[in-house]
């Protein structure tokens, strides 16, 4: 029926225009609706949030086990004596592998394909995993990211600008068009700018473009945003506007990285933790590094190499079930990122650091794998004032191959502080000087190069 309507509209352009404002505006109530839910949840006492927690849990798994044929399968129930959380353990973890062998058997019996969108993971390990949504899964994703927004002051309408990989046809880029609008109450941009397409050439246009837009809110990589910052302050090029905030994606955020941007931008950066998958949504305060997760989102689990739940100071997997996508739910899923856990309260956690992909490690010359490479930044900050940016490949344990664009105060001696430096004590160091860094095709510039595992 969906396919046969829009293929009429599709032959009608005022038709379709009026059916496309009316689908905003319908879009644009229910994310107001679900937003005022969400922000009613969070109001709640922190016990109640637990208790609403579990509830929900208890009916997505129900769900799953009456609709979805993968999880039929598996011959689980829920009684009236059962504890959700051993319910919930008694699931197997939910691989990437698992869900494109599957595929299809993942999908609930209350939807057809036709009815869900395909959506895409980028692919850092090499491998996108392609799967299904439903819209409004999406629109709920939207709600809580703009119940973010208003803790920071800003509200649907406002002009929000997001620096993220966004893949322009020739055509923009020959007219020296980097940028593309979207709809006013699109959480992910009212405005999205290129990263591909910044450099020293085009910087003014960018910041032309923001002037005009002012925005409320940037945002962005962490990685983006701190290549463009420094890019306008090594200019002493300015913005005249004021922003509300700053909301950092996609990348983990390293803590000279926050206290950069809230300088040059006077204003507070929040973290989030997320992912395309739809299963699970972790944001921080504004003061902060500390990420807890959205109880009304999911429910996350933290996991050792033996299945068991961390204790709080220890890191491990970031298993999550995601209560938004009802057409393909993704129960106890590995997401393949790591956290440390700061608080646990049953599916709620509280991390106080997202460390990064499972091959976001680095293996030194006694096999020891060295996960927590913010640390790094705690000794030796004169050296790091002297690099713009840097980025760390390693393709033999113990040897790395430092990459590093740096200012012209950088020397040898510098170097000799970094072999010393007790992070990089048990590593072979190799300097290469470059001008640039690698670069996803999303723009994103990973810290970490892993080219072979062990």
């Not at 959700?84 to 197997?92: A, D, E, N, Q, W």
């Not at 899923?333 to 650091?353: H, M, N, Q």
């Not at 048990?426 to 062990?454: C, H, W």
């Amino acid at each position: 029926m969906k396919r046969r309507l829009f293929k009429l509209l599709k032959k009608n352009k005022t038709l379709f225009e009026f059916y496309a404002s009316l689908t905003s505006k319908r879009r644009i109530k229910r994310v107001q609706s679900i937003f005022e839910r969400i922000a009613f949840f969070e109001e709640k006492s922190f016990s109640r949030q637990i208790v609403e927690n579990k509830a929900i849990l208890e009916d997505f798994l129900q769900h799953c086990m009456d609709t979805v044929p993968y999880y039929k399968n598996l011959g689980l129930h829920i009684s009236d004596t059962s504890d959700i959380r051993t319910v919930l353990k008694s699931f197997p973890i939910l691989t990437k592998d698992i869900i494109r062998t599957q595929n299809e058997k993942l999908i609930s019996n209350k939807f057809e394909i036709a009815e869900l969108e395909t959506r895409q993971t980028g692919g850092s390990t090499g491998q996108p995993l392609k799967f299904y949504a439903t819209a409004e899964a999406q629109i709920e994703d939207q709600a809580h990211h703009w119940q973010l927004y208003s803790k920071i002051g800003v509200h649907l309408g406002d002009m929000i600008i997001a620096l993220v990989g966004l893949n322009l046809s020739e055509e923009e880029i020959s007219q020296g068009v980097f940028w593309r609008k979207h709809d006013t109450d699109n959480a992910f941009g009212t405005v999205q700018f290129s990263i591909q397409q910044l450099n020293e050439n085009t910087l003014e246009q960018y910041l032309h473009h923001f002037n005009e837009l002012k925005p409320k809110l940037i945002r962005s990589y962490p990685s983006a945003l701190y290549r463009f910052a420094k890019m306008l302050n090594n200019r002493n090029l300015n913005l005249n506007f004021q922003l509300k905030g700053i909301n950092i994606t996609s990348e983990v955020c390293e803590p000279h990285q926050k206290q950069y941007l809230e300088n040059f931008f006077n204003t507070k950066v929040y973290n989030e933790y997320g992912n395309k998958e739809l299963s699970v949504f972790c944001t921080t305060d504004g003061e902060g590094m500390f990420l807890k997760s959205s109880p009304a989102y999911g429910y996350v689990e933290v996991l050792d190499e033996h299945g068991e739940d961390v204790k709080p100071g220890e890191t491990g997997k970031i298993i999550t079930t995601g209560f938004l996508n009802k057409g393909m739910p993704f129960v106890r899923y590995d997401t393949g990122d790591l956290g440390t856990v700061k608080e646990r309260s049953a599916g709620i956690i509280t991390f106080s650091e997202i460390v990064g992909r499972n091959q976001d490690f680095l293996v030194d010359l006694h096999g020891e794998k060295k996960y927590s490479i913010g640390s790094i930044y705690g000794h030796g900050k004169e050296v790091f004032q002297k690099i713009k940016e840097w980025q760390i490949k390693q393709s033999k344990d113990g040897h790395l191959s430092l990459y590093l664009v740096i200012n012209d105060e950088f020397s040898k001696d510098d170097e000799k502080k970094l072999v010393e430096h007790p992070f990089f004590k048990s590593f072979v160091l190799d300097f290469n000087y470059v001008k640039n860094l690698q670069r996803t095709m999303a723009g994103k510039q990973p810290f970490i190069i892993r080219e072979t595992f062990k």
